[in-house]
């Protein structure tokens, strides 16, 4: 049985805060300690998509010399969908109130995925499905860390989540083809 005693009321003094400090934009007082944390986990995933960006790149010019123009065209999509990840992420940190950090000295180290260079195919095949399987496992985690904290910013790592797993689906059809 629900607890009746327990009423559904809104909190009228954080509704009150939200009317000040209106340079924070759409960060009410409410929205707690955690802006900073939030911050710093979509700059490495950020970083992490720059990386996906550029090893799908690399991987779509090289890979079409090679018998594969099909598999070159999904590194091409695959690289055309981290880009829009990338800007949905810097776009969610600056309403935060943060700074997207797109600096390319420190790209690789903030990443969670790595860069490949390789010249075979299935090992660009295989590379990019351990890099989309890391990229599944960190923002299944951000979205577990964030919860209720900020539900903007866990829908849209939901979002960007589904659309890992089916690159690592497709990623992992191509291995076996
Ligand atoms: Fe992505
Ligand atoms: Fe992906």
Known sequence: MPDKTQRLVLNNDAIDAAKRSIGDGPITPGYGPWRDDIVRL?????ATELVCVLRYKRHYFTAHGLPSPRIAEEFLEH???EAGHADRIAERIVQLGGDPDFSPGTLQKR??????D????RAMLES???AER?????YRQ????????????RR???TVLADEEEHADELRDLLEE
């Open 42 to 46: 979509l700059n490495d995933a950020l």
């Open 79 to 81: 690289a055309n969908a």
């Open 111 to 116: 990443s969670h995925a790595d860069y490949n």
């Open 118 to 121: 390789s010249k075979d195919l």
């Open 128 to 130: 990019n499905l351990v």
């Open 134 to 138: 890391v990229a599944v496992e960190t």
């Open 142 to 153: 951000m979205i577990h860390l964030i919860g209720d904290k900020d539900p903007t910013t």
């Open 156 to 158: 849209l790592l939901e």
